[in-house]
């Protein structure tokens, strides 16, 4: 729970959004989809596009995705913060991801997210 009451889904992705949609994706060449499947409070999906190098965060389900991370509300939190980076959360179980590993590596190491 956060400090302030429960993580809402809305709060979730409007935090992602904030740090990753006008992230550096400059070399990415392909698409890359990635849905974010959130458990726990705030439970929910949404979903992570890098197309024509830049990247969008919707709040919808991703049919045909490339892969699927999975976390908490908290976690994804500590992410928008920039608290953590996503390489760090997945080596240390924070995350799982499910799906194309090479499209999900090229978001660990070409995207740089945005924080103020």
């Given amino acids: 729970m956060a400090a302030n009451g429960p993580i809402t889904y809305e709060q979730i992705v409007m935090a992602i959004r904030k740090a990753f949609e006008n992230a550096d994706a400059r070399e990415i060449f392909e698409h890359v989809a990635i849905e974010i499947d959130i458990i726990g409070e705030g439970a929910g999906a949404f979903y992570l596009e890098v197309a ?7 709040p919808y389900d991703y049919y045909n995705h490339d892969g699927r991370i999975i976390a908490s509300g908290d976690v994804l939190m500590e992410l928008a913060a920039g608290h953590m980076s996503v390489r760090e959360a997945w080596y240390t179980g924070k995350i799982r991801y499910e799906g194309n590993e090479v499209k999900f590596l090229l978001l660990l190491d070409k995207i740089k997210p945005h924080f103020d």
């Fill in 52 to 58: 024509d190098r830049s990247c969008t965060v919707e």
